[in-house]
């Protein structure tokens, strides 16, 4: 706390490379005490600048010295002035939650970033809060959990009592680790994968749909990992990815008799498709159930999420257990804390015929697990090495099992999307993926030499995307995803400007082409006006 309060301005920010300064720090380096990446520097209050930051109203600059604040903190003062009371303000926040009980009310009222602040008050807290910053994030896990919260006022202060109220009653399901408890809250509060097993990410172009699955379902593996006390299972192994096209079909998806070599011949044979192969893998958890009786489908308190630790660790010494449970699982919790998820993502979903793709598997995709149960088309032809699950009558059969995930993305400016019928939709939670500049600010501050380009091209991408919103002939589903401006790794000696150009000539005019094409009116004259909004110099630009 002391040297905090003498802390100079030189070790409170700075540029470059191996940087050691006290902001640095907060958001890269003590990531593992809750994520406040990306954004804008202001959020510091003050920052160093590489380069010289654009205009902006409410914001200073100094430019012998490079340093850009919030001119709120001290309106007539200098960089220097400004950062004293910056860090008075730091001061207090670490004061507020480093004290006998956190003041929670008074870090609320501190004037600074929310982020930032409560980010510093974690920090000084001895782990006495929740490790999540985002009053959003945590308002959602509040009402996936159930916690009782009458405060009339929805605030990070109020949200954080909560949670922290509700931990001390619980945290012996966290092994008495707030950390823990916070990847969970975070979990739940951002994620969708906490809430349904099928999930569509729709949007424009380039947004990063297929990128921000995988890394969810990364996310959500390494937590279920931490949760189940498991470090044997690896994500790769529990990740399977297919892109759908026009010709896909059922064959491909559930299983068809295709050519197969066999003893130098090729012979016609019933094969599992990628799918099929991908849910037995991840079955044998719940096959392994059914066959030894645990799961008894005609009882109702018998299903798998009836199953405890302790029924299944009576059958420890069973042939062909598949189970991890550690020893200080307690008897009481359900055994599918301990089954790990399986993560099949699907890109492009819409592009396929779907009825055809799916068939009978609309079924299983509503009732997950036995009780969605179906007869394949080809299940009177299954082999051995084909079979699913084979039940005491000897009748094979296949469900979709509880612990995977299906992520699908897809375009919705994509031409197939009538494919994607009501029956099919009405099975799936959908979440919008919009441009996302916070994802672009991110990007360009932490490449070397992208900051003054960032700063530069993100206004007029910004600003291009409102034309494109309010276009007569496109609409929000066409803009420019942030993606297509993320390519300094082709162009590294580019200029602000000469990148621009690049970026305009090689990724965005190909695309706005192509919407356009077919839609009447005057392309050449929509896109020249979208370009000269996106190609726009210093002087043209609003601010």
């Not at 994520?35 to 654009?54: D, E, M, T, V």
């Not at 501190?110 to 910053?133: M, Q």
């Not at 009339?152 to 001390?168: G, P």
């Not at 990128?211 to 931490?226: D, N, P």
Request: charged share 30%.
């Amino acid at each position: 706390m002391e040297n905090l309060k003498v802390l100079p301005i030189e070790k409170y920010t700075g540029t470059g490379v191996n940087r050691k300064d006290f902001t640095y720090k907060i958001e890269w380096e003590l990531d593992c005490f809750g994520g406040i990446k990306g954004g804008s520097s202001y959020k510091f209050g003050i920052y160093k600048c590489n380069s010289r930051p654009k205009e902006r109203k409410g914001y200073k600059y100094d430019e012998d010295n490079k340093y850009a604040w919030v001119e709120n903190y001290n309106p007539n003062g200098s960089y220097i002035d400004v950062y004293e009371e910056i860090r008075d303000r730091i001061c207090r926040v670490a004061e507020a939650a480093s004290g006998e009980n956190v003041d929670y009310d008074e870090i609320q009222n501190i004037a600074l970033g929310d982020a930032f602040k409560w980010k510093v008050a974690f920090l000084y807290s001895r782990k006495r809060l929740v490790p999540v910053y985002q009053k959003e994030a945590l308002n959602t896990a509040i009402q996936r959990l159930g916690v009782l919260f009458d405060d009339k006022e929805i605030t990070i202060a109020n949200l954080q009592k909560a949670l922290m109220f509700y931990y001390t009653e619980h945290k012996e399901d966290y092994d008495d680790d707030i950390c823990k408890f916070g990847t969970h809250i975070w979990l739940l509060g951002s994620s969708d994968l906490s809430q349904s097993n099928q999930i569509i990410k729709y949007g424009a172009p380039g947004t990063g749909k297929t990128y921000t699955a995988k890394l969810e379902a990364e996310e959500f593996f390494r937590i279920w990992k931490l949760d189940a006390h498991n470090d044997k299972v690896e994500f790769h192994e529990h990740y399977n990815f297919v892109q759908f096209h026009p010709s896909y079909s059922y064959e491909d998806f559930i299983e068809g008799i295709k050519p197969v070599m066999e003893g130098g011949k090729t012979e016609l044979k019933l094969t599992n498709g990628i799918f099929k192969s991908f849910c037995k893998k991840a079955a044998k958890y719940e096959i392994w159930l059914l066959k030894n009786g645990i799961i008894q489908p005609n009882e109702k308190n018998k299903q798998i999420n009836d199953i405890k630790v302790k029924e299944v660790r009576e059958y420890k010494q069973t042939e062909g257990y598949p189970f991890e449970i550690p020893e200080t699982a307690k008897d009481d919790e359900p055994v599918t804390k301990y089954i790990p998820p399986f993560f099949f993502v699907i890109d492009e979903i819409n592009r396929a015929d779907l009825s055809r793709v799916f068939g009978e598997l609309m079924y299983c995709l509503e009732y997950r697990g036995y009780e969605g149960r179906i007869k394949t088309q080809y299940s009177k032809l299954e082999l051995e090495d084909s079979f699913f699950y084979k039940d005491e009558k000897g009748e094979n059969w296949f469900f979709i099992p509880h612990n995977v995930y299906i992520i699908g993305t897809m375009n919705t400016i994509d031409r197939s999307i009538e494919s994607f019928d009501f029956a099919l939709r009405r099975r799936f939670l959908w979440q919008r993926i919009d441009p996302n500049k916070s994802v672009l600010q991110n990007y360009f501050e932490k490449e070397e030499g992208g900051s003054e380009i960032g700063e530069y091209i993100i206004p007029r991408w910004e600003n291009l995307n409102k034309a494109i919103a309010k276009h007569s002939l496109l609409g929000p589903d066409y803009q420019i995803g942030h993606s297509y401006l993320m390519k300094l790794d082709r162009y590294r000696e580019c200029t602000k400007t000469s990148y621009q150009d690049v970026v305009w000539q090689n990724h965005i005019l190909p695309i706005l082409e192509e919407y356009f094409r077919g839609m009447g009116g005057d392309a050449a004259n929509n896109i020249a006006e979208l370009k000269n909004i996106f190609c726009a110099r210093e002087k043209k630009v609003k601010k």
